[in-house]
């Protein structure tokens, strides 16, 4: 069956249809009864609105599932044959992994473990089984492992839910996703609330993914007895390497993706002239193009590009990377939850590299670009990494470039003050809607 689509901010408003044929946009039909029965004169609700109640009860579904960061990785989107060059052994494993996911989502029975190195492919695959079934209505959490550690830290102090409750609600929720399992600091609290949750779901059996890409001998060993339960337990391992980095190394020439996107240059940018886009729309993406190139001729101070999922701003920020890359600088161009993962993984004690170093390379570098700030978990180790990032190169004011779709306030207020300090930074709005494809590859002349 298809997958349905998560459903847009817009369609989550409880309203009626004004064209509605039957209620006339009221929302409400009265019932065609006698003046005897019970519910003569008592209004119903028209269908329509009851169409629009779903589609809120969807919305905050899909909010509650903390997928949005994670909404592209689906099971259209994943690749099972990986990189070029993969040995047999490796795209089977990949294959593998693909089948019994999507069996998985299908059914909701047992356990799902998902083992292999990081970048193999196992958190989009987790994410692919929460995207499919939250999208019929299945109450979902996806959660890394040290962002639901945050969560119940944060609890402890929030005036909006008490840690009880929190922690019921992960505990009891229909589907749980635990993603990089043993990349969370691992002190007695951590592993005591960890296995108080994988504990409960395994006695009552209820619908659990994990992922991890430590060996299950270097787990808790309570949690390693549970995972290692075949009958309720289907545990895949894949062989496949990082696929967004050709020697799996996290060091600074391959944590970014900008290789993924090496076709995307200011020469093959669709100005969508063919779309006859309204006058303004089409100024933004003309003055996008202008500024951007001008920026990846002589970076300096900072960019930030905004506009809606799909309006061009990713493909002109890799524009940029690519141009300077030609040059032979260096940059990292990366995706915001991509860099937070490869942070987190860090803590695992079979990273190959520490925590500070990585850190101090993404910091420091040349020319940063990241890519979709907002869209990551919003736990606090979230903001504060991010923040103590993004500060360190306010205040040496090294070249940075930023896209986001957030809203200012979705953004953490100290590093939206920093963004539109129009000392540093220069900012463009792209008000042009998704693209939707085209033929049009005309430049400003």
């Not at 795209?91 to 089948?99: I, Q, T």
């Not at 089984?129 to 639901?148: E, I, S």
Request: glycine residues 6%; charged residues 20%.
């Amino acid at each position: 069956m298809d997958k349905p689509q998560p459903p847009s901010s817009k369609q989550s408003m409880l309203e009626a249809d004004p064209a509605c044929p039957n209620c006339g946009g009221t929302g409400y039909l009265r019932q065609d009864l006698p003046v005897t029965d019970p519910n003569f004169g008592r209004l119903i609700l028209c269908s329509c609105r009851e169409r629009s109640r779903a589609q809120q009860d969807q919305a905050r579904l899909y909010h509650l599932s903390n997928l949005d960061a994670f909404k592209d990785m689906t099971f259209e989107s994943f690749n099972t044959r990986g990189r070029l060059g993969l040995g047999d052994t490796q795209v089977h494993s990949l294959e593998l992994a693909f089948n019994q996911s999507r069996q998985y989502a299908q059914n909701l029975s047992g356990w799902l473990l998902l083992t292999g190195g990081y970048g193999c492919g196992k958190t989009h695959l987790a994410a692919a089984v929460a995207n499919f079934v939250v999208g019929f209505g299945v109450p979902t959490l996806f959660l890394t492992v040290p962002d639901l550690l945050d969560w119940l830290r944060y609890s402890y102090d929030s005036t909006e839910t008490s840690f009880e409750n929190r922690f019921e609600e992960i505990r009891n929720v229909r589907l749980l996703v635990l993603d990089d399992l043993g990349t969370q600091n691992t002190t007695p609290w951590a592993e005591e609330k960890l296995y108080q949750i994988i504990n409960h779901r395994y006695m009552l059996k209820l619908p659990t993914i994990v992922t991890t890409n430590l060996d299950l001998i270097e787990l808790d060993g309570r949690v390693r007895s549970r995972l290692q339960d075949t009958d309720m337990v289907t545990s895949v391992k894949i062989a496949a390497p990082d696929f967004r980095n050709a020697t799996a190394d996290s060091t600074i020439s391959g944590i970014g993706t900008l290789p993924l996107l090496s076709g995307h240059t200011f020469g093959n940018f669709s100005l969508r002239e063919n779309e006859k886009l309204p006058s303004d729309e089409q100024k933004s993406l003309e003055r996008a193009f202008r500024i951007t190139q001008q920026y990846a001729e002589k970076p300096k101070g900072w960019l930030v590009v905004t506009g809606t999922y799909g309006c061009g701003k990713t493909h002109l920020a890799a524009a940029i990377g690519n141009f300077r890359a030609a040059e032979g600088d260096e940059s990292i161009f990366i995706v915001v939850p991509d860099l937070l993962d490869h942070l987190r993984s860090t803590f695992s004690p079979s990273s190959s590299v520490s925590y500070d170093h990585l850190f101090e390379q993404v910091r420091t570098c040349r020319l940063l670009i990241l890519d979709d700030l907002g869209t990551q978990t919003s736990t606090p180790w979230a903001k504060e990494k991010l923040f103590q990032l993004l500060n360190y190169r306010y205040e040496a004011k090294l070249p940075t470039v930023i896209t986001t779709s957030a809203k200012p306030d979705e953004i953490d207020p100290r590093v939206q003050s920093r963004l539109s300090d129009t000392h540093i930074s220069t900012a463009i709005a792209i008000t042009a809607p998704t693209y939707r494809g085209g033929n049009s590859r005309s430049k400003i002349k």
